[in-house]
C-alpha cells in the first residue's frame, strides 16, 4: 500500500509523510473517523513509508526489501492487533493467515466480513488482555531488522479493559522507536488516558466524487458509479455493499415502478399477475422488495418537501418520483408504510406469499387515489 494507493485524505497523508520526513514521529497515532473511509489503508501506507529504504516523490518505492516485506506482511517488526475470538490464552498468530488475506481482499475493513472470516458466529470478536501482554512482551525486545517496531492496533475500542490498561502502560512509559498506531472507528469509546496520549487524526467521511472514483477503478461504469456514491454516505463498505446489488435496485425500482401504474389504473387483473410474479421469486426476495418499497415510498413522501439535501435516490428513482411523489402525501403515508411493514412481516412469517402480495397491492391501490 502506498501513498498513491489512498483516495482523499489529503492533508492527513500530507501530515503523516511529514512527521516521517522531519523525523518527529509520535509513539502513538490515532487515525479516527467512521468505518469504511480508508484508516486501516492509510495506516498501511504509513508503515510502507516509513521502512521504505528508498523513498520517491514523497511516497514508498514498492519496490525496496522493506516494501516486499510489507506488502507480503513479513516485516518481522510490523505487527497487527485484532479483535477476535476463542480462549483468550490462545494465541493471536493462529487468526493470521485469515486476517492477511482479509485485509488483501477487504482493505476498507468490513468487521461483518471479518467475523465471517473467523466463524465468529454469535461471538462478539474482542481484543483479549492477553493480546496487550504479547505486545509488552515483544516490545521489550529489540527490533528485528529495522529501526523501528510498529503495532497496527485495528478498533482499539474493542480493547477488554484489562487489556486497555495494559497498553496504557505501554504509552505512558513507551519503549524508544516503538510506534502504535490506533485505527478506530469509535475513538470517544477509547479510555480518554489512552487518547489524550496520541496524536490524533480525525477522518472525515469520502466525499461522493472520492467514491465514484473508487468504484469506477473497480469496473463499475461511472454513472453507475456516481448513483452508488450518491447512497452510499461517504463509506466504501456501503457502497461495495450497495454496488454488489445494483442489478437489485434496478430490479425492484422497475418493480415499484409497475406496481404504483397499474394501482393507479386500478387494474387489479395486472397487479394478479405482478404480485404472483413477484412472490414467486421466494420469500427472502420478497422481503427485500418490501423493505425497498417502503424505502422509495418514504423517498417519495420526502421528495414533496422540496428539500433535496433529505433525499437519497438514484438518478432512475428521482425521474420517477418527480411525477410520482405528489400521490404519496400527508393523507396517506402513514397507512401505506404500515400496509408495507404488514406484509413484510407477514411474509416472514411465512404466510402464503402469493395472498400476502396481492392483499398488498389491492392495499395500494385503495390507498393511492384516497
Ligand atoms: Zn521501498
Redesign the pocket.
Known amino acids: 500500500m502506498k501513498y498513491s494507493d489512498i483516495t482523499g485524505h489529503r492533508s492527513t497523508v500530507d501530515s503523516l509523510r511529514d512527521i516521517v520526513d522531519t523525523d518527529h514521529i509520535p509513539h502513538a497515532i490515532l487515525l479516527g473517523g467512521q468505518e469504511g473511509i480508508g484508516k486501516m489503508r492509510l495506516a498501511r501506507a504509513f508503515v ?1 513509508y516509513l521502512y ?4 520517491k516523490d514523497g511516497d ?5 526489501p ?2 516486499l516485506q510489507n506488502a507480503h506482511h513479513n516485516n518481522p517488526d510490523v505487527h497487527y492487533v485484532f479483535p477476535r475470538i476463542g480462549a483468550a490464552s490462545k494465541s493471536t498468530d493462529a487468526f493470521l493467515p485469515q486476517w492477511h488475506d482479509f485485509i488483501d481482499k477487504h482493505s476498507y475493513m468490513p468487521k461483518e466480513e471479518w467475523a465471517r472470516a473467523i466463524d465468529a458466529g454469535n461471538s462478539v470478536p474482542v481484543i483479549y488482555r492477553n493480546d496487550a501482554a504479547e505486545i509488552s512482551r515483544t516490545a521489550a525486545l529489540s527490533s528485528f531488522a529495522y529501526r523501528y517496531k510498529t503495532y497496527i492496533i485495528w478498533m482499539p475500542e474493542k480493547m477488554q479493559p484489562q487489556c486497555a490498561n495494559a497498553l496504557l502502560k505501554l504509552l505512558e512509559e513507551p519503549f524508544p522507536n516503538t510506534i502504535f498506531i490506533l485505527v478506530s472507528n469509535e475513538p470517544d469509546k477509547l479510555l480518554p488516558t489512552i487518547f489524550s496520549r496520541t496524536q490524533r487524526f480525525n477522518l472525515k467521511p469520502l466525499n461522493d466524487e472520492e467514491v465514484a472514483g473508487i468504484l469506477a477503478s473497480e469496473g463499475i461504469p461511472y454513472a453507475e458509479a456516481q448513483e452508488v456514491a450518491a447512497l452510499s454516505e461517504g463509506n466504501m463498505i456501503k457502497a461495495f455493499d450497495i454496488a454488489g446489488e445494483g442489478g437489485e435496485i434496478k430490479e425492484f425500482s422497475g418493480l415499484y415502478m409497475q406496481m404504483m401504474r397499474l394501482a393507479y389504473a386500478r387494474n387489479a387483473g395486472g397487479l394478479r399477475m405482478l404480485s404472483d410474479a413477484i412472490a414467486a421469486m421466494g420469500r427472502e426476495k420478497n422481503a427485500r422488495f418490501l423493505a425497498y418499497c417502503a424505502r422509495l415510498t418514504r423517498e417519495n413522501f420526502i421528495y414533496n418537501l422540496k428539500t433535496p439535501e433529505l433525499n437519497a435516490m438514484t438518478r432512475g428513482e428521482e425521474d420517477f418520483s418527480v411525477r410520482f411523489s405528489p400521490f404519496i402525501n400527508y393523507k396517506n403515508v402513514e397507512r401505506l408504510m404500515s400496509e408495507i411493514q404488514r406484509a413484510h412481516d407477514d411474509i416472514l412469517r411465512n404466510a402464503n406469499a402469493r395472498l400476502v402480495m396481492f392483499d398488498f397491492m389491492l392495499k395500494i391501490m385503495m390507498l393511492l387515489r384516497k
Open positions: 510502507s521504505c529504504m528508498d523513498r514508498s518505492c514498492g519496490k525496496c522493506a516494501c
